[in-house]
């Protein structure tokens, strides 16, 4: 199957700095991407949507100044959490669907974020 | 918005049989997939319906009746490594999950 790759898999930041998620997909090109996040012992949230070349859209109670979302390419969409606070320390996945499929998404390995 | 409900924990026995139910509510429909998720980890895709009916594939089959609002994963022969969490995940027509709580699965000796 396709594969989707994330970096860094593991980060650790001081409060107030800013940590950039990037996701990759590997051996397809992916117009629209998907940002997730899960809490420990919760389900995955979505939170945006990453389309190439236009703004992504959020989800509803998703600051848009706080999770900037850019997807410069088809086979790249970056996630960057401004101003990192502890509350924002969780799991972020990352899919991608490729449209060569009826429906299939394909989750990256997810990123550990700690704000410490 | 979509409303998607699954049991929260389930326990049964290697080599026995469990049933996972999952009833949603939503405001669009383009499938419903079944995810495995371990500890730490990304989901892994499962299964995928969008016509009532069964899909087997292997130990593990999924049913889905739209007119319900209702599926369910089945899980044939455990073993200890299908302990983990199961995820009900409904598809709107834009591609985009919305996922159930999960179902975590302890699969005794």
């Known amino acids: 199957g396709a594969v989707v790759s994330q970096h860094p898999s593991w980060v650790i930041c001081k409060s107030g700095t800013s940590v950039k998620i990037e996701c990759r997909s590997l051996?397809?090109?992916?117009?629209?991407m998907f940002w997730y996040r899960q809490f420990p012992k919760q389900s995955l949230m979505l939170m945006a949507t990453?389309?190439?070349?236009?703004?992504?859209?959020?989800e509803q109670g998703v600051e848009k100044d706080k999770f900037l979302i850019n997807h410069a390419s088809l086979t790249l969409s970056t996630l960057t959490v401004t101003s990192a606070h502890p509350e924002d320390s969780s799991f972020y996945i990352c899919s991608a669907r490729d449209p060569g499929t009826d429906y299939e998404q394909y989750f990256g390995p997810g990123t550990r974020l700690t704000v410490t | 918005g979509q409303n998607i409900d699954q049991p929260t924990e389930m326990t049964a026995t290697e080599g026995a049989i469990v049933q996972i139910n999952c009833t949603y509510q939503?405001?669009?429909?383009?499938?419903l997939f079944w995810y495995q998720q371990h500890a730490g980890e990304a989901p892994t895709f499962l299964s995928y319906n969008v016509l009532d009916g069964l899909e087997e594939k292997g130990r593990f089959s999924s049913f889905l009746s739209r007119s319900k609002g209702y599926s369910y994963l089945l899980l044939k022969e455990l073993q200890m490594k299908d302990s983990a969490s199961y995820l009900c995940a409904v598809s709107d027509n834009d591609y985009k999950l919305s996922f159930g709580a999960g179902t975590t699965v302890t699969v005794r000796a």
């Open positions: 939503t405001s669009g429909f383009n499938g």
């Open positions: 990453s389309n190439e070349g236009s703004k992504a859209t959020y």
């Open positions: 051996d397809f090109q992916a117009t629209t």
